[in-house]
C-alpha cells in the first residue's frame, strides 16, 4: 500500500443515497483466485528496485469498477454516469501513471448506442471531479506532470477517449476535448464514423477526408492518436497522414491469433518506423495464440515478444485495457448495443472463452505479473524501463505540447 493514500473512495466528498445512488462494488483485489508469477528471492528484490526506479505506464487502461450485482445493477448504473475509480487498488498496484480511457461506449445515459457529446464531457467532466477531491492520483496533462507524480509517489491519470464519433463533424470539438484534459483520441471505435473505417466493418475505405483534417488538427494542438479500433487501411492512412508518431494501444499480432482486433505485421512495422508505439492488450480472451489458446499472462506476453522482435524494443509498451470487477460479464452484458462486441461477432463459439485472465485479473494484478515475467526472463534493466513507460513517454515528447 503506497503511503499517498488515505482511503479515499469515489464520491466521498458526497451523501450516498442521497446525492446520488451507491451500488455495491466488489473486492478491487483477490476478486478471483489470484495469480503470481513465481520469483526467487533475489528476482523479488530486483523486481522492487525496478518498480521504485521505473516509471509504470499503462497506455491504456480502465480503472473503472464494475458493480458486484453485473444482472440488477449495470444499467442503472451506467445510466447514472458516475462510475468509480478503483483508487484502492491503484494504491495497491505498481502504476505510476495510467491512460484511462473512461468508458464511452457504456456512458449510456441518453442514448443506449453511448458516444454521445453530451454523455461523454459529463463523463469526462465527473471523473475530474471525484480525481481532484483526493491527493493521491492526480489529473496528468504534461510529461512532467507524469514525473512528478512519480516522484510524490502518487499515481498520475490521463484522460484518453477511443473513438472521435462524439465530436459528430464539429472538428474544433478536438480543442475542447483537449481543454477538459484529453490527451490521446482513438480515430474509430470499432464502427465507422466521419473519420474512417472501424474495425468491426466489412470493408475499409480509409481516412475519410474529414478523417485527415482531424489527423491535422490533432498534430497542432499536440493530442496524440489512437488507431486500435480503426480498420487496416484507417489505420494505415492515419500513419501516412500523421506528421508525428501514431499508437496503437491495446493490441497483439495477428499472426499469433486470428482476430479483428490483432494487428498484422505490415501495420506493425509501419507503426514502428513512423516512431510510433505498440501497447499490448490483455482483455479476456483478447490475446491468446495459437500455441497457447487458453488465455493468460503467458500468452500475452507471447504477444509481446513477437512484436517487440517484429519492430525492435523501443517500440513495444503495455495497455493491458483492463477493470476492476467482472470484465467478461460487463461485455456480456453490452453484447446487444455496445461494439465491444466486435472481438466475437460473426464468429463461432470459442471453447477456450474463459470467465476472466490467469495472471491479468485487474490493472494490480495484470502489472504486478508484466513486470514479474520480463524479471523472470531476465530482460535488462534498461530494456524493462523503455517497454514498461519510457518508450511512451519519449514518443510523446514529440506529439504533447
Not at 12 to 33: C, F, H, I, S
Request: proline share 4%; aromatic share 10%; net charge negative.
Amino acid at each position: 500500500m503506497r503511503s499517498a493514500y488515505k482511503g479515499y473512495t469515489s464520491y466521498q466528498y458526497l451523501e450516498a443515497g442521497r446525492d446520488y445512488r451507491y451500488y455495491k462494488m466488489p473486492p478491487e483485489t483477490n476478486r478471483v483466485a489470484p495469480y503470481q508469477i513465481p520469483l526467487a528471492p533475489q528476482e523479488e528484490e530486483r523486481l522492487r528496485k525496478i518498480a521504485q526506479e521505473c516509471i509504470v505506464l499503462s497506455v491504456h487502461e480502465h480503472p473503472d469498477i464494475m458493480p458486484e450485482n453485473l444482472e440488477r445493477d449495470l444499467i442503472p448504473y451506467e445510466k447514472q454516469g458516475r462510475e468509480n475509480t478503483g483508487f484502492y487498488g491503484l494504491a495497491n498496484s505498481y502504476l505510476d501513471c495510467l491512460f484511462d480511457n473512461m468508458m464511452d461506449g457504456t456512458c449510456i445515459m441518453s442514448s443506449d448506442a453511448g458516444w454521445k457529446w453530451n454523455d461523454v464531457i459529463h463523463d469526462v467532466g465527473i471523473r475530474a471531479c471525484d480525481i481532484a477531491h483526493q491527493d493521491f492520483v492526480v489529473q496528468a496533462r504534461s510529461i512532467a506532470d507524469i514525473r512528478q507524480a512519480k516522484k510524490e509517489g502518487k499515481v498520475a491519470w490521463v484522460v484518453a477517449l477511443e473513438s472521435t464519433g462524439m465530436i459528430d463533424g464539429d472538428i474544433d470539438r478536438i480543442e475542447v476535448l483537449y481543454g477538459f484534459g484529453v490527451r490521446m483520441l482513438g480515430i474509430t471505435y470499432s464502427e465507422s464514423n466521419g473519420l474512417g473505417s472501424g474495425i468491426r466493418e466489412p470493408g475499409d475505405g480509409g481516412l475519410t477526408v474529414f478523417g485527415r483534417q482531424c489527423v491535422e488538427r490533432m498534430n497542432k494542438i499536440g493530442m496524440a492518436i489512437d488507431t486500435t479500433h480503426s480498420g487496416e487501411k484507417t489505420a494505415m492512412d492515419t500513419i501516412k497522414y500523421s506528421k508525428q508518431p501514431v499508437f496503437i494501444t491495446h493490441t497483439g499480432a495477428r499472426k499469433l491469433w486470428e482476430r479483428r482486433g490483432l494487428k498484422s505485421d505490415d501495420l506493425l512495422k509501419a507503426c514502428a518506423d513512423k516512431g510510433g508505439v505498440i501497447g499490448i492488450g490483455a482483455p479476456p480472451n483478447a490475446t491468446p495464440t495459437w500455441s497457447r489458446p487458453r488465455h493468460t499472462i503467458e500468452s500475452t506476453m507471447e504477444h509481446f515478444e513477437y512484436i517487440k522482435d517484429l519492430v525492435g524494443v523501443d517500440h513495444v509498451a503495455f495497455g493491458p485495457d483492463t477493470l476492476f470487477g467482472d470484465h467478461v460479464g460487463m461485455y456480456d452484458y453490452f453484447l446487444a448495443n455496445f461494439s465491444m462486441a466486435q472481438n466475437t461477432a460473426g464468429a463461432p463459439a470459442d471453447p477456450n472463452r474463459l470467465a476472466y485472465v490467469e495472471g491479468a485479473e485487474n490493472p494490480v494484478e495484470v502489472w504486478d505479473n508484466i513486470l514479474r515475467w520480463l524479471v523472470k526472463h531476465n530482460y535488462s534493466d534498461e530494456d524493462i524501463r523503455k517497454v514498461v513507460g519510457e518508450n511512451v513517454l519519449r514518443t510523446l515528447e514529440h506529439i504533447w505540447v
